[in-house]
């Protein structure tokens, strides 16, 4: 009864996340109350506070669940791809481009990320996490590049932080131009063309090495 008890709680969770990311997406996260997601989830204000103490940890949550995801894809390509870190790299960044398009939960929670949240009155306490978050998803992507380097799929004096930024900046460039206008191109079809471009920089653009003066 208890196992029963806490599956039917961690799925309301669940299912007041989804309803709150709708209706974030609808009408931005400033514009949405929890007693506007409450209704919409068919639960009460207090279910909606005993799982999150503000609409600040309901959304934080939201982002955590969009950076997790990419910790359990690195795991399960792993074993896809023994000894061949750079494809796991490169499938990585394909699942995360084309996913946008076609995986409904992240694109809204992309949609809202990028167009939909502003970081002031009582968003502004999840800032400081979410640039914590960043900064050690940079990590994350370095070790990524340090694996690479160590099997010889990427020069041995990358300047894997400076490789990370670009990474980063370069992939979340390219979603948040997609959900902006999605008739502007096709993410999709084009997304391991993308990945691709961006690998072939590391290989051979001399900016982004170390000199033997440095």
């Given amino acids: 009864m208890a196992r029963k008890t806490k599956q039917q709680a961690l799925a309301t969770r669940q299912h007041i996340l989804d309803v709150a990311m709708r209706l974030f997406s609808q009408q ?22 005993w799982h999150f103490k503000n609409k600040s940890e309901l959304f934080s949550e939201i982002w955590e669940l969009s950076e997790s995801s990419i910790a359990d894809l690195e795991i399960e390509y792993q074993a896809k791809f023994p000894d061949d870190p ?3 790299l490169r499938e ?18 992309m949609e809202i990320i990028f167009h939909k949240c502003e ?4 968003m502004a306490v999840v800032q400081q996490a979410q640039r ?11 070790q ?14 990358l300047l894997t932080r400076r490789a990370a930024v670009l990474m980063r900046c370069y ?9 902006f206008a999605p008739d502007s191109f ?19 653009c001399p900016s982004l090495c170390a000199s033997e003066r440095q």
Wanted: aromatic share 8%; with cysteine.
């Fill in 144 to 157: 990524a590049l340090t694996r690479c380097i160590e099997s010889k799929m990427l020069p041995e004096n």
């Fill in 28 to 49: 931005g996260v400033s514009a949405t109350s929890l007693a506007e997601i409450a209704k919409s989830a068919g639960v009460t204000r207090g279910a909606i506070y």
């Fill in 86 to 88: 750079l494809s796991v």
């Fill in 132 to 142: 914590s978050l960043c900064l050690e998803s940079y990590d994350r992507i370095e």
């Fill in 119 to 122: 970081f002031v009155g009582e």
């Fill in 186 to 204: 096709d993410l999709k079809s084009e997304a391991r063309d993308f990945v691709a471009i961006l690998l072939e920089m590391y290989q051979r």
């Fill in 171 to 179: 992939i979340s460039g390219i979603m948040e131009n997609w959900l």
């Fill in 92 to 109: 990585i960044l394909i699942y995360v481009l084309e996913a946008t398009v076609v995986v409904e939960r992240r694109r809204l929670m």
